[in-house]
């Protein structure tokens, strides 16, 4: 089991939006100006976690990026849209309005009946569901204390044993897309 862009299509019904995309940030040691998060008012490392609307499963993970420097819609823009295909968005949080309505599905920008915007709640609900259970993890919840390469490597390691549960009946509740 390896976290792939790929798994994205798991289960397609040939919809155009087959991923829910958010970023997160964990407390860092003082780095500096440039990775100060406004979220913790301290230093941070801020990451992009994209899952499968169909699965729920974690499909790409980017980051560390410098919180001071890189917003959800930045980080969005120089990596995970260089691979989705032709036409194919993503659903987000207010925070990716940037690139909405042809990259992005997100509250603010798509007019539709009430049923589908309860559904994309849900879904950016199960985004929220992930997150939380990748700060259960101590390493991610206290300041990260150790040499600014090994964060990537550290979260890679939290995401794929937190994909482990996911796909061993810790799953996240199921949503209808």
Same mark, same amino acid.
């Given at each position: @089991?390896?976290?792939?862009?790929?798994?994205?299509?798991?289960?397609?019904?040939?919809?155009?939006?087959?991923?829910?995309?958010?970023?997160?940030?964990?407390?860092?040691?003082?780095?500096?100006?440039?990775? $100060?998060?406004?979220?913790?008012?301290?230093?941070?490392?801020?990451?992009?976690?994209?899952?499968?609307?169909?699965?729920?499963?974690?499909?790409?993970?980017?980051?560390?990026?410098?919180?001071?420097?890189?917003?959800?819609?930045?980080?969005?823009?120089?990596?995970?849209?260089?691979?989705?295909?032709?036409?194919?968005?993503?659903?987000?949080?207010?925070?990716?309005?940037?690139?909405?309505?042809?990259?992005?599905?997100?509250? @603010?920008?798509?007019?539709?009946?009430?049923?589908?915007?309860? @559904? @994309?709640?849900?879904?950016?609900?199960?985004?929220?569901?992930?997150?939380?259970?990748?700060?259960?993890?101590?390493?991610?919840?206290?300041?990260?204390?150790?040499?600014?390469?090994?964060?990537?490597?550290?979260?890679?390691?939290?995401?794929?044993?937190?994909?482990?549960?996911?796909?061993?009946?810790?799953?996240?509740?199921?949503?209808? $897309?």
């Amino acid at each position: @089991m390896k976290i792939l862009l790929d798994n994205r299509f798991l289960h397609d019904e040939g919809t155009d939006c087959l991923l829910s995309v958010d970023g997160t940030d964990f407390l860092a040691p003082n780095y500096g100006e440039k990775w $100060y998060s406004h979220k913790f008012k301290h230093s941070g490392l801020h990451y992009e976690v994209a899952l499968s609307i169909k699965t729920g499963w974690i499909c790409w993970i980017s980051g560390p990026h410098q919180p001071g420097l890189w917003n959800d819609v930045e980080i969005f823009r120089s990596s995970l849209v260089t691979f989705l295909d032709p036409g194919e968005c993503v659903e987000a949080d207010h925070g990716y309005i940037g690139e909405a309505p042809l990259r992005v599905k997100c509250p @603010m920008c798509v007019t539709c009946p009430q049923e589908r915007k309860y @559904m @994309m709640k849900l879904v950016r609900n199960r985004q929220e569901t992930c997150n939380k259970c990748l700060k259960q993890w101590n390493i991610l919840v206290h300041t990260f204390c150790h040499n600014i390469t090994d964060p990537r490597d550290v979260f890679a390691s939290v995401c794929f044993i937190t994909q482990l549960a996911i796909n061993n009946s810790k799953s996240l509740f199921s949503v209808e $897309y």
